[in-house]
């Protein structure tokens, strides 16, 4: 069985997954302002993978959060699915969120006291939204928890419980998946099963992603790496390998 019989809605809209024009985002004021974001341009197009390196406190999450609503910008502008987020009212942010993105994070942010099928199905219960039984099977076997849907997250290892995570954020099939180094928590096997399913969510069911890590060999997963450094978007690179990527890591210092 494959991903491919839970294949993502259609739009109709031919814009990109997500995108961001001139996004500034600064944290405290005066002589104490950091400018997390200065000036981020990027697009993230529908049914790629991209992964986003740079050093330690060069935006990347500070990034992910702005795009997915989860945190509002200085300045600038973020569309989701063509939709302008900054226009968005804090119910419309939260709906946008729900049902739009999936966010998976490095310390799975799991509710403890929900079993993993009920984590996965959250989205869908706060929503008010029926689950497709036959989508839920097939991210529940592809991702091998069939006999772990009524363990709690402590019942659970690291790579079992991030990959409720990410059936978490796949269950409402939304525009666009970020992940903020959702290995960086896990030992390298449950890393490479992890990258392998992201990127077949991609390859079968057109997924688009947007994973931040610090790990050559897990950005050569990617279509694509965008490169940060002091808030700003300094290079790029198609099909990367785990060579080209730290060939380039070096060539910008990082
Ligand atoms: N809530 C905050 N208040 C003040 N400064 C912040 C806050 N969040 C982030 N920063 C600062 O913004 C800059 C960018 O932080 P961010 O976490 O986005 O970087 P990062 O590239 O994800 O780093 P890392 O790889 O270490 O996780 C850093 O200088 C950080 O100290």
Redesign the pocket.
Known sequence: MTLASGALNDDVTAAPAAHATDLR?T??TGQAA?H??AGVNVTFERGRFTAVM????????????CMAGLDRPTSGQVFVGGQDIGKLDDNGLTKLRRDRVGFVFQSFNLVPTLTAAENITLPLSLAGTRLDKAWFGSLVEQLGLGDRLNHRPSQLSGGQQQRVACARALITRPDIIFA??PTGNLDSNASASLLAFLKQSVREIGQSIVM?T?DPRGAAYADRVVF?AD?TVVGELDKPTADSVLERVRTLGG
């Open positions: 985002k944290y405290g950091v997390a974001l740079g050093p330690s406190g060069s935006g990347k999450s500070t990034l992910m959060h903020d180094e931040v610090h940060l808030g």
